[in-house]
């Protein structure tokens, strides 16, 4: 989903709740709700019970470290250049030198 990619977190309720948050929200006279990405949880400014969320443990993980497509690569970077190393033996004609 692109919200991840961007660094968005899109959070699903059912439209009772959201309905319930609305109502909130005007009555919340603009204090803020906070998201707890740790807990999932939303936490109201009228201090009732926080609103559990799920999301996908990759993709809270992704969030949580900052980390994007280029991130989650950079990673893997050791892994990354040892098959490379392997490969430049195996298959030098790749790299342009010969064996």
Known sequence: NNC??????????????????MREADEAGGRP????????????????????????????????????DIGLTMQKSTAIDGFEDGQKMREPWLYGTAA
Do not use: S
């Open 33 to 68: 709700f906070t998201i707890d990405l740790e807990k999932q949880e939303i936490l109201r400014p009228t201090g009732n019970a926080p609103v559990p969320f799920e999301v996908d443990p990759f993709r809270r993980q992704c969030l949580l470290e900052g980390l994007d």
């Open 4 to 21: 991840f990619k961007n660094g968005v977190l899109p959070v699903v309720l059912p439209k009772e709740t959201v309905d319930m948050l």
